[in-house]
């Protein structure tokens, strides 16, 4: 009822609109829409200006590149059309390629995933009051600073610190996962299902660590949500988990599709990931640029392709107050 | 004070009794969630934490405890020494305010920049816009790795519609000046802008068109409704940009390495750290031998100098998030 109403009035509202702003006699030509229109592109003119001066001449140069027979020499580059020639090398002659392309994608999946929920549930813990809140946001803003830059190749070549991390671990002796897991395995329930859930749990460090950007923007959601809104529910009745899930859940969805698509982008992205460890091998060490960026443009089809199914999949459930 | 105590406890008693063991059961809850949360809280921090408390440690081991089997985590030779030499190797004092300075500053134009883009993505209807928009993911996509060269070449010989040339002669070379990065960050096409349009155009889009309505009615124009209705609404989302845009600024070697390359920056320095040791023992300067567990001493000794003040900044702008916390009531 409500939104039949709105929507019944909303083309009212706008016609006093253009009165009270625009004038009536004014500008004639220009429809209310025209001129939002204009005012849009001047918001967005930097990014504008930016993707054309500092994004098509590279990507364009690249794309170029992937579908042609790339030579050096002294002088340069020098580059001649071979067609699709690098892409169908990709799929067909390449060992590799087809191997790690659906490795690197079903362990995209897998760990976007874990990361999300795993991110999701800290925040929401993060977001109620207890003491020692300030501390342990602290703590976890730690991982946006120790997964970027160069601090990250750092980290994983000191073995100083390694060798100190592995003294700790093997001093506390039992692991608790490893004894669940040995039960499940001796009485014979542990399927594929479990080994994924076993093999994420130990994995549960590098899962915190990329995590930190996603805890900080669901953080900053959640705070956006009006207190007044709980107070409601609770008055009427409503228990905690209904809570999360009639209003907490509707109210982050905008950007749990920004943490799904950043997350996907992040893994894609990790410096040990296999597919570009590849990519920059064919382009460092065998010279083959067309290859290599013919293999860069395939990888980042898959992940657009990817990005535009799941985003249009949540952008379904996501709620705006439009 | 006992008196008080046990009056209340003889009140929880009569009010359980009251309630049916309800209040009795609920504060059983409440406390074993408590528990619960706190066990939870303690591992995962600890988990974080524990790389850093390494560090910790190994930076203030005199170098013979490195060596020294026996020693796991607790060095038994305290010394300041090897920490001293690191902020000397590093040119701590000024490395340290040249990152602030550019840290700082481009993130502001970086911010300033996205949140612009990103209200007029989510508040404007114009043509074209999804395929914008596909753009905005297409660079958050791309690695910049993959750009570096053509990027190279293009701010090698510098010129915008040949404009530069009709004024010099000739291109305008401007590599090793901060110049294109600045001119980058107008454009959002710095470090993982991208996210910062995206994050911030969900945010806009999830604050009521009835607060911009109002606003119109009232008589703002567009300008004066972002900044007096839009911009204070969205402090948490900006505070967490520009804290993520501050963050990667400050540890980022590829941008820094590319356009800043004379500037003394502390990322720049730390990704040097080992080869400045080096340099330093072989002038026979230093009191150790070059060997593995020395530079990455003095590694984890530097990370943990970059790493200190961004957790002291975050300690700072955390209370811009809480703050926020209580204005942000006025939705709806």
């Given at each position: 009822?409500?939104?039949?109403?709105k929507?019944?009035?909303r083309p009212?509202?706008?016609?006093?609109?253009?009165?009270?702003?625009a004038?009536?006699?004014?500008?004639?030509?220009?429809?209310l829409?025209?001129?939002?229109?204009?005012?849009?592109?001047?918001?967005?003119?930097?990014?504008?200006?930016g993707?054309l001066?500092?994004?098509?001449k590279?990507?364009?140069?690249?794309?170029?590149?992937?579908?042609?027979?790339?030579t050096?020499?002294?002088?340069g580059f020098?580059t001649?059309l071979?067609?699709?020639?690098?892409?169908?090398?990709?799929?067909t002659?390449?060992p590799q390629?087809?191997?790690?392309?659906?490795?690197?994608?079903?362990?995209?999946v897998?760990?976007?995933?874990?990361?999300?929920v795993?991110?999701?549930?800290?925040?929401?813990?993060?977001?109620?009051?207890f003491?020692g809140?300030?501390?342990?946001r602290?703590?976890?803003?730690?991982?946006?600073?120790?997964?970027?830059g160069?601090i990250v190749?750092?980290?994983?070549?000191?073995?100083l610190?390694?060798?100190?991390a592995?003294?700790?671990?093997s001093s506390?002796?039992?692991s608790v996962?490893?004894?669940?897991?040995?039960?499940?395995?001796t009485?014979?329930?542990?399927g594929?299902?479990l080994?994924?859930?076993?093999?994420?749990?130990n994995?549960?460090?590098?899962?915190?660590i990329?995590s930190g950007?996603?805890?900080i923007?669901?953080l900053s959601?959640?705070?956006?949500?009006p207190?007044?809104?709980?107070?409601?529910a609770?008055?009427?009745?409503?228990?905690k988990?209904?809570?999360?899930?009639k209003?907490?859940?509707?109210?982050?969805?905008?950007?749990f599709?920004?943490n799904?698509?950043?997350?996907?982008?992040?893994?894609?992205m990790?410096?040990?990931n296999?597919?570009l460890?590849?990519i920059?091998?064919?382009?460092v060490?065998?010279?083959?640029y067309?290859?290599?960026?013919?293999?860069a443009?395939?990888?980042?089809g898959?992940?657009m392709v990817?990005?535009?199914?799941?985003?249009?999949?949540?952008?379904?459930?996501v709620?705006?107050?439009? | 004070?006992?008196?008080?105590k046990?009056?209340k406890r003889?009140?929880?008693?009569?009010?359980?009794?009251l309630?049916?063991?309800?209040?009795?059961?609920?504060?059983?809850?409440?406390?074993?969630?408590?528990?619960?949360?706190?066990l939870?809280?303690?591992?995962?921090?600890?988990?974080i934490?524990?790389?850093?408390l390494?560090?910790?440690?190994v930076?203030?081991?005199?170098?013979?405890?490195?060596?020294?089997?026996?020693i796991?985590?607790?060095?038994?030779?305290f010394?300041?020494?090897?920490i001293?030499?690191?902020v000397?190797?590093?040119?701590?004092?000024?490395?340290?305010?040249?990152?602030l300075?550019?840290?700082?500053s481009?993130s502001?134009v970086?911010?300033?920049?996205?949140?612009?883009?990103?209200?007029?993505?989510?508040?404007?209807?114009?043509?074209?816009?999804?395929?914008?928009?596909?753009?905005?993911?297409?660079?958050?996509?791309?690695?910049?790795?993959?750009?570096s060269?053509?990027?190279?070449l293009?701010?090698?010989?510098f010129?915008?519609?040949?404009?530069?040339s009709l004024?010099?002669?000739?291109?305008?070379?401007l590599?090793?000046?901060?110049?294109?990065?600045?001119?980058?960050?107008?454009?959002c096409?710095?470090?993982k802008?991208?996210?910062?349009i995206?994050?911030?155009?969900q945010?806009?889009?999830?604050?009521p068109?009835?607060?911009e309505?109002a606003?119109?009615?009232?008589?703002?124009?567009?300008?004066?409704?972002?900044f007096?209705?839009?911009l204070?609404?969205?402090?948490?989302?900006?505070?967490?940009c520009?804290?993520?845009?501050?963050?990667?600024?400050?540890?980022?070697?590829?941008?820094s390495g590319m356009?800043l390359g004379?500037?003394?920056?502390?990322?720049?320095?730390?990704e040097?750290l080992?080869?400045?040791l080096?340099?330093?023992?072989?002038?026979g300067k230093?009191?150790?031998?070059?060997?593995?567990?020395?530079?990455?001493?003095?590694n984890?000794?530097?990370?943990l100098?970059?790493?200190?003040?961004l957790?002291?900044l975050y300690?700072?702008?955390?209370?811009?998030?809480?703050?926020?916390?209580s204005?942000?009531?006025?939705?709806m």
């Amino acid at each position: 009822m409500a939104k039949v109403f709105k929507a019944e009035k909303r083309p009212k509202e706008k016609k006093v609109r253009t009165n009270i702003i625009a004038g009536p006699k004014k500008d004639k030509k220009k429809t209310l829409a025209g001129k939002k229109a204009i005012q849009g592109y001047l918001f967005i003119l930097p990014f504008i200006l930016g993707f054309l001066f500092f994004m098509v001449k590279p990507l364009f140069q690249s794309f170029i590149m992937s579908i042609s027979e790339v030579t050096v020499s002294n002088e340069g580059f020098s580059t001649s059309l071979n067609g699709f020639a690098n892409y169908s090398k990709a799929f067909t002659i390449d060992p590799q390629f087809n191997q790690i392309l659906a490795d690197e994608s079903w362990k995209m999946v897998i760990n976007s995933l874990a990361t999300i929920v795993f991110s999701m549930f800290v925040a929401l813990l993060l977001n109620q009051k207890f003491k020692g809140r300030a501390f342990v946001r602290a703590v976890f803003f730690l991982p946006v600073i120790l997964s970027s830059g160069v601090i990250v190749g750092l980290d994983s070549n000191n073995s100083l610190v390694q060798g100190m991390a592995n003294a700790i671990e093997s001093s506390s002796s039992a692991s608790v996962t490893s004894v669940i897991e040995n039960i499940l395995s001796t009485t014979k329930m542990a399927g594929g299902f479990l080994e994924t859930i076993f093999d994420i749990v130990n994995k549960v460090y590098d899962i915190a660590i990329a995590s930190g950007i996603q805890i900080i923007i669901f953080l900053s959601a959640l705070q956006t949500i009006p207190k007044s809104m709980y107070e409601a529910a609770e008055i009427e009745g409503c228990t905690k988990w209904e809570m999360l899930w009639k209003i907490t859940m509707p109210m982050i969805s905008s950007m749990f599709l920004v943490n799904w698509i950043y997350t996907i982008i992040d893994f894609f992205m990790k410096s040990d990931n296999q597919m570009l460890t590849k990519i920059k091998q064919e382009m460092v060490v065998s010279m083959d640029y067309g290859f290599s960026s013919a293999m860069a443009w395939i990888y980042f089809g898959v992940v657009m392709v990817f990005i535009g199914i799941s985003s249009l999949l949540i952008s379904r459930v996501v709620y705006y107050y439009e | 004070m006992s008196k008080v105590k046990m009056a209340k406890r003889n009140d929880f008693w009569q009010r359980n009794r009251l309630s049916d063991g309800y209040l009795l059961k609920k504060t059983i809850l409440n406390y074993a969630l408590k528990i619960l949360r706190f066990l939870l809280m303690f591992g995962l921090c600890f988990l974080i934490l524990q790389p850093i408390l390494n560090k910790i440690s190994v930076s203030i081991m005199a170098t013979k405890d490195i060596f020294d089997s026996t020693i796991n985590v607790v060095p038994r030779n305290f010394s300041t020494e090897n920490i001293r030499l690191a902020v000397y190797l590093m040119d701590y004092p000024s490395a340290l305010t040249n990152s602030l300075l550019i840290s700082l500053s481009i993130s502001l134009v970086q911010l300033i920049s996205c949140t612009l883009v990103g209200y007029g993505f989510a508040r404007f209807n114009f043509p074209f816009k999804k395929f914008l928009f596909a753009c905005v993911i297409l660079v958050i996509v791309i690695p910049p790795q993959t750009i570096s060269t053509s990027l190279y070449l293009h701010f090698r010989y510098f010129d915008i519609f040949g404009i530069v040339s009709l004024i010099n002669g000739d291109t305008a070379n401007l590599r090793g000046s901060a110049i294109p990065y600045y001119l980058m960050s107008v454009g959002c096409m710095g470090l993982k802008n991208g996210l910062y349009i995206y994050l911030i155009r969900q945010f806009f889009r999830g604050i009521p068109k009835e607060l911009e309505e109002a606003a119109y009615v009232d008589g703002c124009g567009t300008l004066s409704t972002f900044f007096r209705i839009m911009l204070p609404d969205a402090k948490p989302i900006l505070t967490s940009c520009f804290l993520f845009s501050f963050v990667w600024q400050w540890t980022d070697n590829f941008y820094s390495g590319m356009f800043l390359g004379k500037t003394k920056l502390l990322s720049t320095e730390l990704e040097s750290l080992a080869d400045t040791l080096g340099n330093y023992l072989a002038d026979g300067k230093g009191t150790q031998q070059v060997s593995v567990g020395y530079v990455q001493q003095i590694n984890s000794i530097g990370t943990l100098l970059v790493v200190t003040p961004l957790i002291l900044l975050y300690l700072i702008a955390q209370r811009g998030f809480v703050e926020s916390l209580s204005q942000t009531g006025i939705k709806m």
